[in-house]
């Protein structure tokens, strides 16, 4: 090429006609028919030939040249048909020049009507493909599948459009017609809102944001709030953590079933009429699924004190949905503002519950303790039992001075306590935090568990699950076990710690564990330890009834110890499940409690140091939180400072603070 030639090139996506005016080195000075002046490597033209234009022709003369010839050239191409072309070439499969295709199709290779079917050729999508200077016929199943893909492709720019559209209405509060394929993309938002970027289709969905200018990180949880799909609190660890939600169909069904026609006891032989005792349950206002019961008994030498649990293995047969079911779910999870039973409604807070004034079936331990406590004896037995008061713990607060039943059970349960703590055991007396929604506003509450009436209660469980594994132990049964080992560093063993010491013990317990092998648990201060005594809320305490229902009728265990192994693996994730999402929706509801007092100032722990920042909590709330090291101040480990909150995300799990 030289001065004078008539290049074809793109230029921002348009193809345009130029006149080589210059030469710069291997770079071509081209004069374009939009007037600009440019500079062309000769790899971007497509085209060139000498132009049929006077060397004297003028600027205006060159232009309307260009155009002119460009005109020309989309004229002889709208008269080109390359599926005539593609129907002669096809059958051959042989590639031919771009002039050999204008002397097929024209008759002639003049230079305009061989720009304009290289015009026609670059355009198509389906028909030829360019290789090796030569334009080959795609085969008839290739040019099938790009034009379905171009389909796809033209149905996909087409839904972008639709969809971003929409979705900007939506975020402005504005009426829109919703698109054909709304529920896929409100699935495509809320597994954005669930997984971030590491949703599967996040490239995706990350387009329709920014094509409806919505780029925020929370722009598609914000999205399906507006929607209703999602409420303004909507918890997205129940979506990240697979926690089941609803229950089947099938398993509802069951439910139902077995709730109007209770099947008949298996262990009818073995079950002890204990009506006449004078059972009580004991449990907090909120409770709607009572799973245990307990009486107490003066007998010769002492006290028998009962421990009455509900019966659930007679009714939840292994196997079933409704038994894997409960199996996959592991426990029951109680969060501030909802509950995720293991076991329906329909029974575990009906048929199986242990109601006031109605007869129950349930396993029983009976426990002959003399006046100081000390156990004498004790039976575990199937049982046919009759609540008659429906206590709360706060009832039994006000009672326990005057109630002399209530009175030796608490009394026993000290003893009790004493004797284990003897042994070697640890309690780590932090409070509790409870959430509260009130007409008032969200509320929170600090209270100690150490109230006679919560003391009351959990000696008595903590007397049955020993008495179970060691009853499995004895036998030699196979059975889950619950085990915590020393702590890893020692803990000294003394009243009136200051928080900063409960934390630091807290830090130093290790962790309790589920083993087939019977371990002592240190902090009970027991030889062996397991859990029995919520049947209706966790699956180990159904399997550990099941093994015992076995061995008192003088049968094969119902499970072997692989077996066994195959429910920890199922059980012990979604124990830890239940626990993390109860540990972070607290937390979330703690953040947004704190976010209405942006401004104040509050004091401060100083838990520990770490590289350029401080592990803070707030003693109010018990909650704890990174604080950046601050430049003008050295903080130490235990003293407590004030400080000011500055800003709070529940969403994004984020607590600023600054020196107050």
């Not at 040249?65 to 048909?81: F, I």
């Not at 499969?93 to 050729?121: C, H, I, S, Y």
């Not at 329709?208 to 709030?225: G, Q, S, Y």
Request: charged content about 30%.
């Amino acid at each position: 090429m030289k001065p004078g030639y008539l290049v074809e090139f793109y230029d921002e996506k348009r193809l345009l006609c130029g006149l080589v005016a210059d030469l710069k080195g291997e770079r071509l000075q081209v004069v374009a028919q939009t007037g600009r002046e440019l500079t062309l490597a000769p790899k971007r033209v497509l085209h060139a030939c000498p132009a049929t234009l006077p060397g004297s022709a003028s600027r205006q003369q060159i232009l309307t040249y260009l155009e002119e010839t460009n005109r020309q050239r989309e004229a002889l191409k709208a008269a080109v048909n390359l599926e005539e072309l593609w129907e002669l070439l096809v059958t051959e499969n042989q590639g031919l020049t771009g002039e050999e295709m204008a002397d097929l199709w024209f008759g002639r290779t003049e230079p305009d009507k061989v720009a304009a079917l290289g015009r026609a050729l670059r355009e198509d999508r389906f028909l030829f493909k360019y290789k090796d200077h030569l334009w080959l016929p795609h085969p008839p199943e290739v040019v099938a599948d790009l034009k379905e893909q171009y389909q796809r492709e033209l149905k996909s720019r087409q839904e972008l459009e639709e969809g971003a559209a929409w979705l900007q209405a939506v975020f402005s509060g504005e009426a829109a017609p919703a698109p054909a394929f709304r529920d896929r993309l409100v699935e495509l938002l809320k597994a954005m809102a669930v997984l971030g970027a590491d949703a599967p289709d996040y490239e995706q969905g990350k387009a329709f944001l920014e094509k409806a200018r919505l780029p925020a990180p929370d722009a598609a949880f914000r999205l399906l709030v507006r929607l209703g799909v999602f409420e303004e609190d909507e918890d997205l660890d129940l979506y990240r953590l697979e926690v089941p939600r609803e229950f089947s169909a099938e398993t509802l069904g069951l439910s139902r079933a077995l709730r109007d026609s209770p099947p008949p006891d298996p262990y009818a032989a073995q079950r002890l009429d204990l009506t006449g005792l004078e059972c009580i349950t004991i449990d907090g206002e909120q409770t709607r699924d009572f799973d245990d019961a307990l009486s107490l008994e003066e007998v010769p030498g002492g006290w028998r004190l009962g421990v009455h649990i509900a019966e659930v293995s007679a009714m939840v047969a292994p196997g079933t949905p409704l038994d894997l079911e409960a199996r996959e779910r592991g426990t029951s999870i109680y969060l501030p503002e909802r509950r995720l039973p293991m076991l329906p409604e329909e029974i575990s807070e009906d048929s199986l519950s242990l109601l006031a004034r109605e007869e129950r079936r349930a396993l029983s331990f009976l426990v002959k303790l003399d006046e100081q406590g000390e156990l004498q004896d004790w039976l575990i037995t199937p049982s046919l039992i009759r609540v008659d008061r429906r206590l709360t713990y706060s009832q039994v607060e006000g009672l326990l001075s005057h109630d002399p039943q209530l009175a030796q059970m608490s009394k026993l349960s000290r003893a009790l306590k004493q004797r284990r703590l003897a042994q070697g055991g640890y309690e780590l007396h932090l409070p509790e935090v409870w959430v509260m929604f009130t007409p008032q506003g969200l509320q929170i509450k600090v209270e100690s568990q150490e109230t006679p009436s919560r003391q009351l209660v959990a000696e008595a469980m903590v007397l049955a699950n020993w008495l179970a594994a060691v009853f499995l132990m004895e036998r030699s049964l196979p059975a889950i076990y619950r085990s915590q080992p020393e702590p890893r560093e020692a803990i000294k063993r003394q009243e009136g710690k200051s928080l900063f010491e409960l934390w630091q013990d807290r830090r130093n317990l290790s962790r309790v564990v589920m083993d087939l092998t019977p371990q002592p648990h240190w902090g009970l201060g027991l030889n062996c330890y397991t859990l029995a005594t919520s049947p209706i809320r966790r699956y180990l305490d159904l399997v550990i009834h099941r093994q015992f229902h076995a061995a008192l009728a003088e049968e094969p265990p119902r499970y072997r110890r692989q077996e066994l192994e195959g429910i920890i693996a199922v059980i012990d994730p979604a124990m830890r499940r239940a626990g993390m999402l109860k540990t972070r929706r607290l937390r979330y509801w703690l953040l947004k409690y704190l976010a209405g007092k942006i401004g104040q100032k509050m004091p401060a722990l100083v838990l520990e140091a770490l590289p350029n920042r401080y592990r803070l909590m707030l003693p109010d709330l018990l909650l704890e939180f990174l604080f950046p090291s601050p430049a003008t101040a050295k903080l130490t480990p235990g003293e407590t400072i004030q400080v000011r909150l500055d800003r709070v995300s529940p969403r994004e799990d984020q607590i600023k603070v600054s020196l107050a």
